[in-house]
């Protein structure tokens, strides 16, 4: 069975996805990593107010996996607003899509994402890219 380090299973997590049927989904798959901590947000707005409301708290998002494409606008406007923000540079982002076309993924990837997954994956791979975006991370 698939599991991620101790380290990244302490994290906080942050999953953003207008969906509420996939944030439950992927709540279970880190939950079957070992997950504990787990907030959700249907929108890329409301992530941010979560990560802002946050920082400096035990609460403290430390892992940020985010969808593509949502109703609100979209997780590549989302990192953006991350990356922006001198304090959150250091945030793993994994961008989850159903999108596997390039030129997304460009984007997604010069907005500062460390990983990008496409739906639908397996357990393993979710565990692969979450080991590899914390690896990607720039201190």
């Known amino acids: 069975m698939s599991t991620l380090p101790e380290s990244i299973k302490k994290k906080q997590f942050l999953v953003t996805d207008d969906y509420e049927s996939m944030?439950?989904?992927i709540g279970e798959h880190l939950k079957q990593l070992g997950v504990e901590k787990i907030l959700f947000a249907s929108s890329g707005?409301?992530?941010?107010?979560?990560?802002?409301?946050?920082?400096?708290k035990p609460e403290q998002i430390e892992f940020l996996l985010t969808d593509m494409i949502m109703e609100d606008g979209n997780g590549i406007?989302?990192?953006k607003?991350?990356?922006a923000d001198?304090?959150?540079k250091s945030l793993p982002v994994l961008m989850i899509t159903s999108k596997n076309e390039v030129g997304l993924v460009i984007d997604a990837v010069k907005?500062?994402?460390n990983n990008y997954i496409v739906k639908?994956?397996?357990?393993?791979?979710?565990?692969?890219?979450?080991i590899d975006s914390q690896a990607k991370v720039k201190p």
């Open 45 to 56: 707005n409301q992530a941010m107010k979560i990560i802002k409301q946050n920082q400096g």
């Open 77 to 79: 406007d989302l990192v």
């Open 23 to 25: 944030r439950i989904m």
């Open 120 to 130: 639908p994956w397996e357990l393993d791979d979710l565990s692969k890219k979450i």
């Open 111 to 113: 907005a500062g994402v």
């Open 81 to 83: 607003a991350v990356r």
């Open 86 to 88: 001198a304090t959150l």
